[in-house]
């Protein structure tokens, strides 16, 4: 019987409803608090693959999963005139399963996870940590409102910029591994007429990439991504001045890049941010853990943050229903699930690789090598990547039914 009853969750994002959905289940009390004003659905599309689909099965998820499915049929990649260069399946580039992984809008996703949880759990929107005090046998918690109160345990599920993470474990710099890239994401109107697809473009170092997350839908999500070694400061917080480097990053470039730039230029959802991951020595810290992003981000290139998320969340959940106290809890947490991230986070050169290749015999290489592929796209392995379904689940099988705290 654990040591632990109420709990608050930083984050109502992939990991923070999932371990909300999962805590509740073993019969703890949760709280979570979100600083958006709302969960909102649609954004760009993430996949789920390997373990996350058997923790996906185990909430009773998959009908909902194959319902917002995307069904992407291809990857087209293209060169500077807008013609064909090579057009394979997406799960040549993923590394992912056809049959059965998903892909969906992350934003869709959130809201599964929050749909599932919100008659059941305390959830508290517009509103942040903004004190933490670990007093050894609760954490005392001061939230942006003005409100107070103690938790038995505080868990920062709030991506890879986490508040918890700063105030409990220090700056975010000493956590992060950036990966050498900059990326810009927003929506633009589907002029191309796009359906189901992704169409890119590559020069050396540079990817400019749309994605159709349905049957021609009126917007398609675009991703600008390009080499930058160097760290930002804080000036590169500024929206202007990250357009600015993106577009300067992709001038001259062909294909339609000047309506892309254009696009971002106006777009009402911009996002920017160095491509990093986010590696740490130990989750957890007294009574505040991490889980998610906030703890072992692998960043867009490895495609498996969704999917790190929902099996991180399903584990340190088990561990907190079996486990006496939260320190063994934390501990067995790290301990089983480190394996599973380092390997994961190490298909992240693979990813990089085939999606943004940084010299111009690279991208010649991979372009031929997707060409052989274009002629036997039904070729496709039918196991994805080891690293996806690494985790062993079996060991908290029984526990739904058979534990229920007082
Ligand atoms: C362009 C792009 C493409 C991607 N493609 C894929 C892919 O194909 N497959 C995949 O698996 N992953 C992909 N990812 C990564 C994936 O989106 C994340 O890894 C995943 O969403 C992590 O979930 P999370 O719950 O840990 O964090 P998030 O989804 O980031 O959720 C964090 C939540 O915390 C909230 N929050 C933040 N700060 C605070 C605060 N101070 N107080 C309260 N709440 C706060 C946020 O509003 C948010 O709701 C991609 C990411 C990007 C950017």
Redesign the pocket.
């Given at each position: 019987m654990s040591n632990v009853r109420y709990v608050l969750i930083?984050?109502?994002?992939?990991?923070?409803?999932?371990l909300a959905y999962w805590l509740h289940r073993y019969g703890f009390g949760v709280t979570v608090?979100?600083?958006?004003d709302s969960?909102r659905e649609g954004?760009?599309?993430?996949?789920?693959?390997g373990s996350?689909m058997d923790v996906a099965e185990r909430m009773g998820i998959l009908p909902d999963l194959r319902q917002a499915h995307i069904h992407s049929a291809r990857a087209s990649f293209v060169d500077e005139e807008g013609e064909k260069v090579a057009s394979v399946a997406p799960e040549w580039i993923?590394g992912g399963v056809r049959g059965h992984d998903v892909?969906l809008p992350?934003g869709t996703?959130?809201a599964l996870l929050y749909s599932i949880t919100r008659d059941d759990i305390d959830y508290r929107f517009n509103?942040?940590?903004i004190e933490l005090i670990d007093e050894g046998d609760e954490v005392s918690v001061a939230f942006?409102s003005g409100a107070r109160k103690s938790f038995d345990l505080v868990i920062g599920?709030?991506?890879?910029?986490?508040?918890?993470r700063r105030l409990a474990f220090g700056p975010e710099d000493w956590f992060t591994r950036p990966i050498g890239f900059c990326?810009a994401?927003f929506s633009m109107r589907n002029t191309r007429g796009l359906s189901r697809e992704a169409v890119c473009y590559n020069v050396p170092g540079r990817m400019a990439a749309l994605y159709a997350a349905g049957h021609q839908p009126a917007e398609v999500?675009a991703?600008l991504a390009f080499a930058h070694p160097y760290l930002l400061g804080e000036r590169g917080r500024e929206p202007s001045f990250q357009k600015d480097l993106t577009a300067h990053a992709f001038a001259g470039a062909g294909w339609i890049l000047p309506e892309l730039i254009e696009a971002m230029r106006v777009s009402k959802d911009f996002?920017f941010?160095v491509v990093q991951q986010i590696r740490m020595p130990r989750w957890t810290r007294g009574r505040v853990g991490l889980?998610?992003?906030?703890?072992y981000?692998?960043?867009?290139l490895?495609?498996?943050?969704?999917?790190?998320?929902l099996v991180?969340?399903y584990i340190l959940a088990g561990e907190l229903a079996m486990n006496a106290s939260h320190e063994q809890a934390f501990a067995a947490y790290q301990l089983k699930l480190y394996p599973f991230v380092e390997m994961n986070q190490a298909t992240v050169e693979q990813g990089r690789s085939g999606m943004i290749p940084v010299t111009l015999e690279q991208l010649r290489e991979r372009n031929s090598a997707m060409c052989c592929e274009t002629a036997s796209t039904e070729a496709l392995p039918s196991r994805g990547r080891p690293a996806h379904a690494a985790m062993d689940l079996s060991e908290y099988d029984h526990l739904a039914s058979a534990i229920s705290l007082p």
């Open positions: 930083s984050g109502a994002g992939i990991a923070g409803s999932a608090v979100e600083q958006a969960i954004g760009y599309p993430v996949d789920l693959r996350a993923t892909e992350r996703l959130a509103d942040s940590v942006k599920a709030d991506g890879i910029h986490s508040n918890i990326y994401g999500f991703l996002y941010d889980v998610g992003d906030a703890a981000a692998p960043s867009f490895t495609g498996q943050g969704s999917s790190l998320a991180g969340a």
